[in-house]
């Protein structure tokens, strides 16, 4: 077996809704190998490595289908056990999945798309590969590879295991993103670690554990230094022990002898009680707590010791939600197991785990646990009376295997105002009050007790998963902080797709968003611009590009070009976009990314209307898009038409439907109709980039504008404003028909290159004619198919008297001349004469003999590659004088322009 390919869906795709992984899987020769010939010996074995499989349902709908598929006589082919065993090693490893597909590649005998969930990106693709080596290693020694390396599935599998708990967030984290997650709230990773975003764009916020984009470094820095925290607290009248710096550890004896024992000795700036000892009752037990302390921090504290119980209590926003009694790690005697064996018990429990990454820590035995033991006169091989409690830490913080017993509702109202003042003192908008007391039902003013600490990033394990008592949402409370109720951190999006169109659509949406006074941030096929400023000018109508707007806290609303590159190889770069639009679809990138018809090309274009939230956009004029409106989800479908009367529209209008269609006497006005209720936009001739209406295609893409708009809930005066002044000007839409008026004839530079666009800008080129020639420079990509590439030259046939005929630089796979010669051919079969053609292969020579050629009142069509450069060499050309024996046009366009051209 061999993967041929991995492509990684962060988002909606072809496949899922979700996240998922495609495996391209080459068989080989296991093709013919299903589990049923291979035998029972490769079936036992994969179930002993993971037993698990027997509770997946596949086909049958019940537990143990897989399992059934599995065995049975004839069985099932590798490609759906790998796709099994992926989902089921993320499992293993605390990452819960289960979706899956496996599908066999048209044409392609034993090659199979393994499709399955992933809960984290490197983890899913460790699975994937994991798995397949898995199932090599079971094989019968006939079946595999000859040069398989060997494989120790065990340790192979603690690897993974310890990838995925570095990759797993940490269980505060986690909580904070389920909670998100249950409002709506979008969120992704931004590090690759803990570093969270939620929400998109201006309504973002960020967290780190629980610290937030709203907590203030000063109220950390405060935190940190323990020092200075005591110093503050005592100001404001908040009970706290006696503290005081030492630099070694005579001074530390010094300081704990006038306090009088017991003290604690902790770090001046330590976390999660590394370096503390409570309860040091003499001179040595204080030496060897200075040296623990130093190690951990910058300095050394020596503080009054105050009795009672450790509780942690957490304020969010100002106000406490939750607090725990914190146990030290400990272990209770039976009579007949020793200390060390009672360790190992309490370790068992499914809970415990290392560091952070799960509710419960591990207790280790180490020297603080050999010194508390041996206060006691025991040791690690001691047997405790049953039930003798033996405490192990002197602290009790959980990443140091302490338990927690929930007493949110025992707290009394002074101490939780008290806990809240602390927190406030600090500065911080969630803050861990470690308080100290001998009953948390009792106010502090009638006993004994203080606050030892207030602590930035508090850990929330101890209140959602208490050991004891009922567990506490305090990560809603945390996320309800940042997003007040009915706010999900969503900003409207427009997502854009169809074969033609979109880059000028999304523009003009853009145009009218700023009319409006948004903050637009725009992706497009030759840029990302935010606010009106490019920031990038690479190709950015995938998924990448999308990320990079909706990431910036600039950007209140997002027009993202979506493509259909982007879809098939990434997915979308979010779950629901506000207004989802689908322009047309035409035969254009055939034969690449799996696609091979129009149907299949539509179905990926429809992932677009399948997440749109509020509003789809659809041609009512195209039947594969008119077919999506049994596919969205959208509270509203708005359908476009240019044509004067369309019976799909007038259905849906009768039902109480929204459509953008042209009406008028000259049937050139902009309207927008809602069931019965008819607003009148504009004419299309006052929308520059429409030359007085005479663009057809720009006037489609304005109907679609106007219909994303009020999808986007811009209004009328808005959609006005924003398209009578947008101009299809090459530094607004680069290559979407930028004409030059600066010669004695017209220049019209375009992008287009697939047949619909060559033939709608032929069509506009004709009625943008001056009455002289029409000279046409043509190409198609070099990765299109070559039927496809002759069907673009066959559109432009019939609208020009001269063709030169070009490829663009990139030659994506073909020979040098190979396009031009495609292009020539299906001239040719649509009646061109060859003198009325000429192939430059080169495109700025191709471009600079059309230049040449052109006489007063031509008009040039360039169908350009390099925008940058043709339009340079458009603007810097000076047309010589008119002579005779000018080139006017054949012998075989005069020599192909004088060799491109000597002229």
Request: net charge negative; charged share 25%.
């Amino acid at each position: 077996m061999r993967i041929e390919h991995t492509a990684v869906y962060g988002g909606p795709n072809v496949w899922a809704y979700f996240p998922v992984i495609r495996m391209s899987v080459d068989l080989g020769a296991l093709e013919d190998w299903p589990t049923g010939r291979i035998g029972t010996e490769f079936q036992q074995g994969l179930l002993a490595a993971l037993p698990g499989l027997r509770e997946h349902r596949c086909s049958y709908g019940v537990p143990g289908g897989f399992v059934r598929r599995l065995t049975e006589e004839e069985g099932t082919w590798l490609g759906h056990v790998l796709e099994h065993a992926s989902i089921e090693l993320q499992n293993v490893a605390g990452f819960p999945v289960g979706f899956g597909r496996a599908r066999g590649v048209g044409g392609r005998p034993g090659v199979y798309h393994v499709v399955y969930e992933y809960g984290e990106r490197d983890v899913g693709i460790a699975a994937g590969r994991l798995a397949l080596a898995l199932l090599e290693s079971l094989l019968p020694s006939s079946l595999r590879p000859a040069d398989a390396a060997p494989f120790d599935y065990a340790a192979e599998l603690a690897e993974f295991r310890d990838l995925a708990r570095r990759r797993t967030l940490g269980p505060s984290t986690a909580a904070l993103v389920r909670a998100a997650a249950r409002r709506g709230i979008p969120w992704e990773r931004r590090d690759g670690d803990h570093l969270i975003q939620l929400g998109h764009g201006v309504k973002q916020r960020r967290l780190q554990a629980s610290i937030t984009g709203l907590t203030s470094q000063i109220a950390v820095d405060i935190a940190q230094d323990k020092s200075l925290t005591n110093r503050l607290l005592a100001d404001a009248g908040i009970p706290v022990p006696v503290q005081v710096r030492v630099y070694d550890a005579d001074e530390a004896v010094a300081a704990a002898e006038e306090m009088g024992y017991p003290v604690v000795v902790k770090p001046l700036d330590g976390n999660q009680g590394r370096g503390v000892r409570a309860g040091v009752r003499n001179a040595a037990e204080a030496r060897d707590a200075y040296l623990a302390a130093q190690a951990e921090g910058s300095g050394v504290l020596v503080e009054e010791y105050i009795g009672g119980s450790d509780h942690r209590l957490l304020v969010v926003g100002g106000r406490m939600v939750a607090a725990a009694r914190r146990v030290p790690g400990h272990v209770v005697g039976d009579g007949a197991h020793t200390v060390e064996q009672l360790v190992e018990r309490v370790n068992a429990d499914p809970r415990r785990g290392d560091g952070h990454d799960a509710v419960l820590t591990r207790i280790v035995l180490d020297d603080e646990a050999d010194q508390l033991l041996a206060r006691r006169g025991s040791g690690r091989s001691s047997v405790p009376a049953a039930g003798e409690v033996v405490y192990l830490r002197a602290t009790a913080n959980l990443s140091r295997g302490g338990t927690s017993i929930d007493v949110t509702g025992d707290v009394h109202p002074d101490n939780r105002t008290l806990a809240e003042r602390a927190a406030s003192v600090v500065g911080l908008d969630v803050a861990g009050i470690d308080f100290l007391t001998p009953d948390i039902t009792r106010s502090y003013r009638d006993q004994q007790g203080g606050v030892c600490e207030v602590n930035a990033a508090p850990g929330l394990r101890m209140h959602l998963a208490p050991t004891e008592g009922a567990p506490r949402d305090v990560a809603a409370e945390i996320v309800g902080r940042l997003f007040p109720e009915g706010e999900t951190g969503r900003i409207p999006i427009a997502a854009i797709t169809g074969t033609n169109g979109k880059t000028t659509t999304a523009h003009m949406v853009a145009a009218v968003a700023e009319a409006a006074g948004r903050r637009v941030g725009v992706t497009t096929t030759h840029g990302v611009f935010v606010n009106g400023h490019r920031i990038s000018d690479a190709d950015s109508s995938g998924p990448v590009s999308a990320r990079m707007v909706l990431r910036d806290p600039g950007v209140d609303l997002a027009v993202l070009e979506t493509a259909r590159g982007g879809i098939l190889r990434e997915g979308l770069a979010f779950r629901h976009s506000t207004v989802g639009a689908v322009l047309n679809v035409t035969n254009d990138h055939l034969g690449i990314d799996g696609i091979e018809t129009l149907e299949e090309l539509a179905r990926a274009k429809r992932i677009v209307a399948e997440t749109a939230s509020d509003m789809a956009v659809l041609n009512a004029d195209d039947p594969l898009c008119l077919a999506m409106v049994e596919h969205t989800p959208a509270r509203q479908v708005c359908l476009v038409s240019l044509a004067q009367h369309n019976l799909s529209i007038e259905r849906h209008l009768g039902s109480g439907g929204c459509a953008l269609v042209l009406e008028g006497a000259h049937g050139d006005e902009l309207v927008h109709r809602q069931g019965a209720a008819r607003t009148p936009l504009l004419a299309a001739r006052e929308i520059p980039a429409t030359y007085g209406g005479r663009v057809r295609f720009n006037v489609a893409n304005a109907l679609f504008a106007a219909g994303i708009a009020f999808g986007l809930g811009l209004d009328a005066d808005a959609v006005r404003a924003g398209l009578r002044g947008f101009a299809a000007t090459m530094d607004k839409v680069p290559g979407r028909l930028n004409v030059y008026e600066g010669h004695p004839f017209r220049v019209i530079m375009d992008y287009g290159h697939n047949p619909a666009a060559v033939e709608a800008t032929c069509e506009a080129a004709d009625r943008l004619a001056n009455g002289g020639r029409t000279i046409c420079v043509i190409s198609a990509p070099g990765d299109r198919r070559d039927d496809d590439v002759r069907a673009v030259a066959q559109a432009a046939a019939s609208h020009c008297d001269y063709f030169i005929c070009r490829r663009d630089d990139s030659l994506r796979g073909r020979t040098s001349d190979e396009v031009p010669r495609l292009l020539r051919e299906g001239l040719r079969s649509a009646q061109v004469a060859d003198d009325r053609i000429a192939v430059i292969p080169e495109e700025h020579r191709a471009m600079n003999a059309a230049l040449h050629l052109a006489r007063p009142g031509d008009l040039l069509l360039l169908f350009a590659d390099d925008l940058a450069r043709t339009w340079d060499q458009v603007v810097e050309f000076r047309p010589s004088a008119p002579r005779a024996g000018r080139i006017v046009a054949p012998p075989s366009i005069r020599a192909s322009i004088g060799a491109a051209t000597g002229v």
